[in-house]
T-cell receptor
Framework: AQKITQTQPGMFVQEKEAVTLDCTYDTSDPSYGLFWYKQPSSGEMIFLIYQGSYDQQNATEGRYSLNFQKARKSANLVISASQLGDSAMYFC???????????FGPGTSLSVIP | DVKVTQSSRYLVKRTGEKVFLECVQDMDHENMFWYRQDPGLGLRLIYFSYDVKMKEKGDIPEGYSVSREKKERFSLILESASTNQTSMYLCAAIGGSSYNEQFFGPGTRLTVL
């Protein structure tokens, strides 16, 4: 079984500062993928970044980077230079070898303060 | 740049009605999913499909069925809607050269009266 834990229900960050959103996971699959999504108040789920378990380098997409520490089973999302539009719920998710199920964590609510 | 579309953003139905939620993707992805999202419960997987006419139950399939007659279309069916099925329903498709893309539709907020 796979599980995602996000221990920060809510986070605040000052505009232009960097913020790290925590995600730890548990899986028995030898190969897996980790996703991060953003969900603004409008409700749509926006795909941000993906990390494969065998990827040698940490994933980056613009201001988003994924701090992947396989031995610790953590996949934290780092947002650099926060913007007011980054205020949203953020979900970490995991999928297994066959990509037939994607399990989501409970989410972290991020508020960016001007 | 549309990737995943859902037939309705908002839907209001009465208890006992049969409800169809349609999802269409234009990415030629194999795997498609239906989730429901409720406050405090997060996203829960209802059903997923890994190919045409293939489906697997997720964590909460009771009261739902699905249909995938074409690769691009995955339908969620509420056979007899009940008030506890009032929720946000999200469709997603996953694929890409290394299965590193999962895109969601805009969601359907269903209210059952």
């Amino acid at each position: 079984a796979q599980k995602i834990t996000q221990t920060q229900p809510g986070m605040f960050v000052q505009e232009k500062e960097a913020v790290t959103l925590d995600c730890t996971y548990d899986t028995s699959d030898p190969s897996y993928g980790l996703f991060w999504y953003k969900q603004p108040s409008s409700g749509e789920m926006i795909f941000l970044i993906y990390q494969g378990s065998y990827d040698q380098q940490n994933a980056t997409e613009g201001r988003y980077s994924l701090n992947f520490q396989k031995a610790r089973k953590s996949a934290n999302l780092v947002i650099s230079a926060s913007q007011l539009g980054d205020s949203a719920m953020y979900f970490c998710a995991i999928t297994g070898t066959s990509y037939d199920k994607v399990i989501f964590g409970p989410g972290t609510s991020l508020s960016v303060i001007p | 740049d549309v990737k995943v579309t859902q037939s309705s953003r908002y839907l209001v139905k009465r208890t006992g009605e049969k409800v169809f939620l349609e999802c269409v993707q234009d990415m030629d992805h194999e795997n498609m999913f239906w989730y429901r999202q409720d406050p405090g419960l997060g996203l829960r997987l209802i059903y997923f499909s890994y190919d045409v006419k293939m489906k697997e139950k997720g964590d909460i399939p009771e009261g739902y069925s699905v249909s995938r007659e074409k690769k691009e279309r995955f339908s969620l069916i509420l056979e007899s809607a009940s008030t506890n099925q009032t929720s946000m329903y999200l469709c997603a498709a996953i694929g890409g050269s290394s299965y590193n893309e999962q895109f969601f539709g805009p969601g359907t907020r269903l209210t059952v009266l």
